[in-house]
């Protein structure tokens, strides 16, 4: 079966070395695995009075995990909306045919994505809602986390606007603009509605990056998944346990939104529409490569937290 | 303004911040490749678990592990990397940084290699070239000059989540900047001096990246 370009159906001696390179593989990944287990293991951490509690007590779930995850998701879904709303505004602002305004929109945008968001929710929390009245006790760890993953997810956004707009063909703002439509209307009904399809995987994809960085609210405070789980961890003396399976809940979730987002994008290329962030030419260097975890699913920086 | 840098140490700060991104992106580059190559690989089972280490890094949140880094590892399962508190945390976060971006640079390598023309390596493999030659001396240069705009973007990303480090208490930017914020004042000048360090850091980088991925472009 041989499905990659980059090498030939192996023979008997190519197989022999494989299966020996698998071997040596399978020993360091399991070797790691004991190592792991053994320290946890030296240090009681698989107790099962430890981890019993995450199958048999519900109080785990209901007074810790599913409030961290709706903590979560709140941030989450108010900061998408707001970024998305930021997004657009100064992502069309960067294409305006007003040189100032341009300017302004670029520069916002691109400090934004320079500066790191945990310096934004530091600088917004500890300086100005927490000192503040303008926000209660309460809510202000939340305002802060929303602003930082509003400020640079929007800026991310408008990144992908600004390149969805111009990998549209030329054809369709000259044939706009030939039928008489003004500029702001050939944006408005011809440009944005395709650049929004277009960006639709990476916009999931930077839905993952936001949701990771809400962890960030872990320093100022915000009840998020992490914070609860630390909560957990003292309340059942089970600390790791609860960091792990915060993880696992983690890696689930962002696993799913990223397969969901690779599909977005194979049906939209299906369907011939461009799409934005996409990860270039592929020519299919192994065979996994366009089915697995959402690959090509490039953001402009889903590197972040 | 003056007084702020005057009476905390800024530069001492980013400092720390610039051999945080520097050792972390040293290991997330030799980490990466390894990676890289083992998901490009013939075996099937180095694939899978290249594919694994992949998934699960780019999903978790770098916060997690840096806190599961120092309050679980360091404290509750006695593997401190130094016996200086602020040394274990900087010595895990490096360790983490590194192993966190090794994903990321992963999949920047890989992307280059899907720069790479098939017909390349369709050429090299029918004049007799082996996996290991055709990836040696055909596919990995032009990967390596396709892969250098992801992989900038990764180093910037990198410098920047180096303040993630601050929840674990390293005295880097983000946790300077939250010490003075807390002592001093709440003004837009505090955040400005640390923004603009950022800003500072990372913008020359990004055009650096930018004229090198252009012109070692491999011309097609």
Known sequence: MSASVLFDAPGPRARRRHAALAAVGLVVALGILVLVVLKMKAANQLGADL?????????????????????????????????????????????????ALRWFCGVVVEFFRAVPVLL????????LYARGTFFSAETAPLAAVVTGLTLYNG??????????????????????????????????????????????????????????????????????????????????????????????????????????????????????????????????????????????????????? | MGDILGSYDVLGAFWLTIRLAFFGALGALVLGTVVAVMRVSPVAVLRLLGTSYVNIFRNVPLTLMMVLSVLGITYIMGLPLSQDVQQNAIRWAIVVLAVYHAAFVCEALRSGVNTVPAGQAEAARSVGLTFGQSMV??????????????????????????????????????????????????????????????????????LLFTSLSRRLAVKR
């Open chain 1, 51 to 99: 981890w019993k509690p995450f199958v048999t007590d519900r109080a785990v779930w209901r007074d810790y995990l599913v409030p961290g995850l709706l903590g979560t998701f709140k941030a989450a879904a108010i900061s998408i909306v707001l970024a998305g709303v930021f997004g657009v505004l100064f992502g069309v602002g960067r294409l305006s045919s007003v040189t």
């Open chain 1, 120 to 127: 934004m929710m530091i600088f917004a929390y500890f300086g």
């Open chain 2, 137 to 206: 001396n055909v596919i990995l240069p032009q990967a390596f000059r396709g892969s250098i705009a992801p992989l900038g973007s990764v180093l910037i990303a990198l410098i920047k989540n180096t303040t993630v480090a601050a929840v674990i208490g390293t005295s880097d930017a983000a946790g300077l900047m939250q010490e003075v914020i807390e002592n001093e004042t709440g003004s837009f000048s505090v955040f400005a001096i640390f923004a603009i360090g950022f800003v500072i850091l990372t913008l020359p980088l990004g």
């Open chain 1, 155 to 305: 800026s991310v956004i408008a990144e992908l606007v600004r390149s969805g707009v111009f990998s549209l063909p030329k054809g369709q703002s000259e044939a706009g603009l030939s039928v008489g439509l003004t500029r702001s209307q050939v944006m408005r009904s011809i440009q944005l509605p395709q650049a929004l399809t277009a960006m639709l995987p990476a916009l999931i994809g930077q839905f993952v990056v936001i949701l990771k960085d809400s962890a960030l609210g872990y320093q100022v405070t915000y009840l998020e998944l992490l914070n609860w789980s630390k909560t957990l961890g003292s309340a059942f003396a089970n600390t790791v346990p609860a960091y792990l399976v915060a993880a696992l809940l983690f890696i689930v979730i962002n696993y799913v939104l990223t397969v969901l987002a690779s599909r977005v994008q194979r049906r939209l290329s299906r369907r011939g529409r461009a799409v934005v962030g996409g990860g270039g030419p592929v020519t299919g260097t192994t065979p996994e490569q366009s089915t697995l975890g959402g690959d090509g699913i490039v953001t402009t920086d889903a590197t972040n937290t």
